[in-house]
């Protein structure tokens, strides 16, 4: 993937790992629907405010979290700099091409790390209620996306569920751009 | 102790009041609702992702502009608060937005809210993110108008905006308020 050019007509305020979020120039379509992707002990995990971009899809994961559950482990934040030793999620297109919060490649490349990428942008909140938000690089091709969450300390393991693509693209073609770069 | 002055409600620096916030165990039902309040040949502005909760509702107002010309935080924060200036008008600089229900109850970003629940609804910008050409603010109107109208209204004069008003859906809103439900 070395060298892959930045889509025409996308404007990003930083050309440097323009992959990782979403134009600038652009009004995304929406996915309504909150999505429930998981159900854990304790915890029941959605994904909610995709918004799709000529370039991808930002979404919000977010994780209700019961009254008793123990805060410290209850967090979708990395635990540490690179690795997700807690709450990961992963993405598989229906060509196979995957992608994972616990893999996040190189973040100096210069170019996409991997056929697809999942981009951790930030966190926020805690129990009850703590939310995780990405960026998913590129659209996927019709077919299935496949989302799979597994947090081994809310006991929940590999936990998949299937989206038709549909819903992402049909939102994609509501998308507008709405100027060309200055 | 007179019976004007009491000691008031604890401040909320640790926890919110409950009309502060959309409830934390909500993950809210979402009205598949959007509107363009404006758009220009140097910026865009529209009304996306509305969703109820039981006791009021949030949208993102999206900002999106092609040169930055304007700046749509002046004057929000800080020793540069339009506020600070003294100033006995508003500012044509200042963005503004509010909200108003049909019993003539308003709310506007420009108030404070302080450790009573506000006469009208709740109104304020949660969170949001961006950079320099854009811009998603997340606004929480803690309350539901029971009935009627509820109408956005904004004004940014010196980016050409003279004051608009947009109806939003307020039957679907009280219905999709009706189902959101306690995670």
Redesign the interface.
């Given at each position: 993937m070395s060298g892959l050019a930045r889509p025409r007509g996308a404007v990003f305020e930083d050309d440097w790992g323009w992959w990782m979020r979403p134009p600038v120039n652009e009004m995304p379509g929406t996915v309504v629907p909150h999505i429930l992707l998981a159900r854990a002990t304790g915890a029941d995990i959605y994904l909610t405010e995709a918004d799709v971009y000529s370039t991808g899809i930002r979404f919000a994961i977010v994780a209700l979290i019961a009254a008793d559950g123990d805060e410290e482990v209850s967090l979708l934040e990395p635990d540490g700099d690179t690795v997700h030793a807690d709450f990961v999620l992963s993405v598989e297109y229906a060509d196979g091409r995957r992608a994972s919060t616990d893999d996040p490649g190189d973040p100096d490349a210069s170019s996409p790390p991997s056929p697809i990428a999942l981009s951790d942008i930030r966190y926020g909140g805690g129990p009850p209620r703590a939310t995780g938000n990405y960026f998913l690089w590129p659209l996927p091709p019709s077919g299935t996306v496949t989302f799979c969450c597994s947090w081994p300390r809310m006991h929940l393991r590999a936990a998949k569920h299937r989206v038709d693509a549909d819903v992402f693209l049909d939102a994609a073609a509501d998308c507008e751009r709405l100027w060309l770069p200055v | 102790m007179s019976d004007f002055f009491w000691p008031p409600p604890a401040p909320h620096h640790d926890a919110f009041p409950e009309w502060y916030e959309p409830p934390?165990?909500e993950?809210?039902v979402?009205v598949?609702y959007?509107a363009t309040l404006a758009r220009t040949?140097e910026l865009?502005l529209?009304v996306?992702?509305v969703i109820a909760y039981s006791d009021g509702f949030e949208f993102i107002l999206?900002y999106?502009t092609?040169?930055a010309r304007y700046n749509y935080h002046w004057g929000r924060f800080g020793p540069d608060s339009w506020e600070s200036a003294g100033a006995d008008h508003l500012p044509d600089e200042l963005f503004r937005i509010g909200v108003q229900f049909d019993d003539g109850r308003t709310a506007t970003s420009l108030e404070h809210l302080g450790s009573f629940r506000p006469v009208g609804p709740a109104f304020r910008m949660r969170?949001g993110?961006g950079?320099?050409?854009?811009w998603d603010g997340c606004y929480w109107v803690g309350s539901m108008s029971p009935a009627g109208s509820i109408t956005l209204v904004w004004e940014w004069p010196v980016a050409g905006l003279q004051i608009g008003r947009l109806e939003l859906p307020a039957r679907e809103l009280r219905e999709a308020s009706l189902r959101s439900e306690t995670?």
């Open positions: - | 934390e165990r993950i809210g979402p598949g959007q040949d865009a529209v996306r992702r999206a999106r092609r040169t969170h993110h950079g320099r050409l854009w995670g």
